[in-house]
T-cell receptor, first 108, second 117 residues
Framework: DAKTTQPPSMDCAEGRAANLPCNHS???????VYWYRQIHSQGPQYIIH???NNETNEMASLIITEDRKSSTLILPHATLRDTAVYYC?????????FGKGTSLLVTP | GAVVSQHPSWVICKSGTSVKIECRSL??????MFWYRQFPKQSLMLMAT?????????EQGVEKDKFLINHASLTLSTLTVTSAHPEDSSFYIC?????????????FGSGTRLTVV
């Protein structure tokens, strides 16, 4: 699986959009981009995934650049409950290998 | 849909004893399940891949005789930590893929906090 690079931490004000970047410059054509988050002492929660088209669901939007070398997860209106570690993973569909992720702190 | 149930959520055991952790897919069949371990302030590390009806595949550095995995049905995989020692204390998490074009990606259990005293 391609390696992904994320900033170690980010802050976001409650009610504002949180934009979490991810670099995956060596991603191959059959690898999807997955986003998960982990709230302290819980199992990871699926957020969204995509191959090359932008995706949106009830939780978030995923913007993938045309060359697929990077992506951005957007939480449109962050709440305090969105404080968590967010993981961006490139995978061709087998086991997911987690990096260090981005620790997002949403502040009042 | 796509729920994975993991039990127990926490367990404390004495050094030298064995502990079994269960991972069940509640509303789908999972040919393959994955087991992870997470130490404090670290990321999840893949330990092994559990395949229904066959032997598990272990990642490099994971002792297969210490971490016994059984995947006897399409909805249940178990991880047994044998002769546990304090260094085995960790957060163990399982996951499964709903498959069949699922939009849920990989679903994770809620994790098991193991403390060996």
């Amino acid at each position: 699986d391609a390696k992904t690079t994320q900033p170690p931490s980010m802050d976001c004000a409650e009610g504002r959009a949180a934009n979490l970047p991810c670099n995956h410059s060596t991603i191959s054509g059959n690898e999807y981009v997955y986003w998960y988050r982990q709230i302290h002492s819980q199992g990871p929660q699926y957020i969204i995934h995509g191959l090359k088209n932008n995706e949106t669901n009830e939780m978030a939007s995923l913007i993938i650049t045309e060359d697929r070398k990077s992506s951005t997860l957007i939480l449109p209106h962050a709440t305090l409950r969105d404080t968590a570690v967010y993981y961006c993973i490139a995978s061709s569909g087998y086991a997911l290998n987690f990096g260090k992720g981005t620790s997002l702190l949403v502040t009042p | 849909g796509a729920v994975v149930s993991q039990h127990p959520s926490w367990v404390i055991c004495k050094s030298g004893t064995s502990v079994k952790i269960e991972c069940r897919s509640l509303d789908f069949q999972a040919t393959t399940m994955f087991w992870y371990r997470q130490f404090p302030k670290q990321s999840l590390m893949l330990m092994a891949t559990s395949n229904e009806g066959s032997k598990a595949t272990y990642e490099q550095g994971v002792e297969k005789d210490k971490f016994l995995i059984n995947h006897a049905s399409l909805t249940l995989s178990t991880l047994t930590v044998t002769s546990a020692h304090p260094e085995d204390s960790s957060f163990y998490i399982c996951s499964a893929e709903a498959g069949g074009g699922s939009n849920y990606g990989y679903t994770f259990g809620s994790g098991t906090r193991l403390t060996v005293v």
